[in-house]
């Protein structure tokens, strides 16, 4: 089935420390995402990245498709990084499997 | 550019009720999915809607109902509502089926 599978479960960091985020999923699915789920609940799209390696800021991402896994990537963390951070699948049809995400906080 | 709009924000009902949610999409975007998200859980997918029609479902059960409006808005109706209906449902919209989903900020729902 599919399947998309989130490590670790839980993240605290302190201000200013780096972390990654790890996503194993399988073979049947296509055109991964990362998306950031702020504290009230808003979902906002960070990477569409199906394959190869994308930096926006102090975020970057890279999927290795061939081993089917994915891999978020925080630098200099700050508290507003806060919130779960979910690896996102979608099947041939376009539905969006989610992992269980990744619950993130930075302390000052 | 309205991105997607969900109403209302919060909503108390009692078991046994009837709910009804509403999604308006992203500006030029035709399709709408629904997802029930669960507290300390990923959202899971409802139904999705396209040309007013429901092209695929997830495993919820028929209590769970929709519909899409020719201006491409949405409603979700959930009757006979459970204590475990209690959860965010966050409506989602994209041109076509496939890619740039947008993400309303959810109606969070509690069933006591």
């Known amino acids: 089935g599919i399947q998309v599978e989130q490590s670790p479960p839980d993240l605290i960091l302190q201000e200013g420390a780096n972390s990654t985020l790890r996503c194993n999923f399988s073979?049947?699915?296509?055109?991964l995402q990362w998306f950031h789920q702020n504290p009230w609940g808003q979902l906002i799209n960070l990477f569409y990245?199906?394959?190869g390696t994308k930096q926006n800021g102090r975020l970057s991402a890279t999927t290795v498709a061939t081993e089917r896994y994915s891999l978020l990537y925080i630098s200099s963390s700050q508290t507003t990084d806060s919130g779960v951070y979910f690896c996102?699948?979608?099947?041939?049809?376009?539905?969006?499997?989610f992992g269980q995400g990744t619950t993130l906080q930075v302390k000052p | 550019d309205a991105g997607v709009t969900q109403s209302p924000t919060h909503l108390i009902k009692t078991r046994g009720q009837q709910v009804t949610l509403r999604c308006s999409p992203k500006?030029?975007?035709?399709?709408v999915s629904w997802y029930q998200q669960a507290l300390g859980q990923g959202p899971q997918f409802i139904f999705q809607?396209?040309?007013?029609?429901?092209?695929q479902r997830g495993n919820f059960p028929d209590r769970f109902s929709g519909h899409q409006f020719p201006n491409y808005s949405s409603e979700l109706n959930v009757n006979a509502l459970l204590l475990g209906d209690s959860a965010l449902y966050l409506c989602?919209?994209?041109?076509?089926?496939?890619?740039?989903?947008?993400f309303g900020s959810g109606t969070r729902l509690t069933v006591v």
């Open positions: 989602a919209s994209s041109l076509g089926q496939i890619f740039g989903y947008t």
């Open positions: 073979d049947s699915v296509n055109n």
């Open positions: 990245i199906p394959s």
């Open positions: 996102v699948g979608s099947s041939n049809t376009g539905k969006l499997i």
């Open positions: 500006s030029g975007h035709d399709t």
């Open positions: 809607y396209y040309e007013e029609e429901e092209r």
